[in-house]
């Protein structure tokens, strides 16, 4: 099984800060791989697929790079509503969830 | 719309069954493969299984975690997707999620459904 990493667990900034979120895969995973966003209480939203394309209706702030074992998602200027837990998740072998991002208010 | 709309969550005791259903509309549900999440209580996600649609067969995969467990099936005809939930044990509790794959072979999953919440407790 594919096992994802993400770092930090836990991230605090301030609204316009550039924040940076990491997901490694245990092996190489091409360009398969999607960000999701969830807020407390809802389901998770789809923001970015295929490593660094941008869901319709995703505001362009958000961005994602990367490819086989290692991957970025940034949000190039925080916004009060992006204050979320953020998910990678492979599509390589099946699917497979990293363990989350915090992105808290500094 | 495109909407996933999830109901059959509940209490239920440890070893019995229940059965999710998900109910679509707004979009040809036979053309997509759909897939269950679930979130236990303060925890991530993890994907529990999918099921493709006809074209492709529509097969099933499982976690590991259920497999032997839950069966995914899907009634075209009526656009809903099943997660019947067998010999179930406590941590099974979460909130489970209906959500649709994007087209193309193994994707990500552009649609969630809002969830319901199954608690296995004696």
């Known amino acids: 099984d594919i096992q994802m990493t993400q770092s930090p667990s836990t991230l605090s900034a301030s609204v316009g800060d550039r924040v940076t979120i990491t997901c490694r895969a245990s092996?190489?995973?091409?360009?398969?791989l999607a960000w999701y966003q969830q807020k407390p209480g809802k389901a998770p939203k789809l923001l970015i697929y295929?490593?660094?394309s941008l869901e319709s209706g995703v505001p362009s702030r958000f961005s994602g790079s990367g490819s086989g074992t290692e991957f970025t998602l940034t949000i190039s200027s925080l916004q009060p509503d992006d204050f979320a837990t953020y998910y990678c998740?492979?599509?390589?072998?099946?699917?497979?969830f990293g363990q989350g991002t915090k992105v808290e208010i500094k | 719309e495109v909407q996933l709309v999830e109901s059959g969550g509940g209490l239920v005791q440890p070893g019995r069954s229940l059965r999710l259903s998900c109910t679509a509309s707004g979009f040809t549900f036979g053309d997509y493969a759909m897939s269950w999440v679930r979130q236990a209580p303060g925890k991530g996600l993890e994907w529990v299984g999918f099921i493709r649609s006809k074209a492709y067969g529509g097969t099933t995969e499982y976690a590991a975690s259920v497999k032997g467990r839950f069966t995914i099936s899907r009634d075209d005809s009526k656009s809903i997707a099943y997660l019947q939930m067998n010999s179930l044990k406590t941590e099974d509790t979460a909130v489970y999620y209906c959500?649709?794959?994007?087209?193309?072979?193994?994707?990500?999953?552009?649609?969630w459904g809002q969830g319901t919440m199954v608690t296995v407790s004696s």
């Open positions: 959500t649709r794959e994007k087209l193309g072979s193994l994707n990500a999953f552009d649609i």
């Open positions: 295929k490593a660094s």
């Open positions: 092996q190489s995973i091409s360009s398969w």
């Open positions: 998740q492979q599509y390589n072998s099946l699917w497979t």
